[in-house]
């Protein structure tokens, strides 16, 4: 793996960040605009997912990175499971959702990949 020096650099934390661009874009269109309780929350996860790659890289140190990319999944489990909210209570279209579930799942593969890659070099 390529020696990596910023946080910007990470696949995941890019992934991320096109994940809460169009996690913004949707809070404010249709039913969900005015649903300021989820809307809150969904924004606030996905921040996090991003937030968390972006802290946990800046601690130096592996285990404490792989702690934050742990945080980092666990966010993006919650937004995923938001989702399904706003899909039964038709809060958003359907082609909004559907985008934000793949820049959801490329983020959870791709964090998940980097966790099984500081957990293999962790031991050596």
Known sequence: ?????????????????????EVYLICEKGKLRKDFETKNQLK????SIMNNIAEGFGRYSKKEFIRFLEYSQSSA?????????LEDLELA?????????????NT???TLGLLRYLRNTLDK
């Not at 606030?44 to 921040?47: D, E, K």
């Open 1 to 21: 793996m390529a020696k990596i020096n910023r946080f910007e650099e990470l696949d995941c934390w890019q992934e991320a960040r096109k994940l809460v661009r």
């Open 77 to 85: 489990l919650e937004v995923k499971s938001m989702l399904y909210i």
């Open 93 to 105: 279209d359907n082609k909004s959702l559907k985008n934000i579930k793949i820049h959801l799942s």
């Open 108 to 110: 959870l593969s791709l």
């Open 44 to 47: 606030r996860a996905s921040l």
